[in-house]
């Protein structure tokens, strides 16, 4: 067990090396300014990333707004069961979110995307339904980042081959834009 938990560890550390850190930063200006330009972030995927898309809504919207006066405007487009299963069962599994976004989003809105492979059909649907309504739309990837890196303004893509580290990825990078949002000084709703 040891020597799992060390190599777990080493992939894990190695995945902070690469590039797509850097562009952690873009994501966390993006929801400043969605922030106080009282926009809404909508945040999807499947499996494992639609528990995480839950977990970061409610960092994003209890934790973020700590010290500020409350948090940002955000769906976790995956948490409400009935919608989900009226509309892969009415329409397809690949409407999931695409349809959500047609109702609910607004130009210049925030989708991010999460996303091991980067190649659910639903999740792609939801990025071009978004671009097509003016959102910006983020995705956060693993493996070789799929059709999301290629469609998404804007990709935090780590090169793992290891769905559980890129799913750990995924709560990483929301945890530091939730920390970072809640230290800004002198932002107050």
Known sequence: ???????????????????????????????????RENRSIYICGNGGSAGNAI????????????????????????????????????????????????????PDDILIVLSGSGNSPNVIKAIETANQIGMQTFAILGFTGGRCK??????IHFKV???QIAEDLQLIVGHICMQWLNNQDGFNR
Do not use: P
């Open 1 to 35: 067990m040891q020597k799992h938990i060390q190599k777990y560890l080493a992939s894990l550390s190695k995945a902070f090396e690469l590039e797509a850190m850097q562009d952690i930063a873009i994501l966390a200006e993006a929801l400043m300014k969605a922030w």
């Open 55 to 106: 977990h970061l809504a409610n960092d994003f919207i209890y934790g973020a707004g700590l010290k500020n006066g409350g948090g940002l405007r955000v769906e976790a487009l995956s948490a409400n069961a009935a919608v989900i299963t009226c509309l892969a069962n009415d329409l397809s599994y690949s409407d999931i979110y695409s349809e959500q976004i047609k109702i609910k989003g607004d």
């Open 150 to 155: 290629d469609i998404a303004n804007y990709s």
């Open 161 to 163: 081959d290891d769905m």
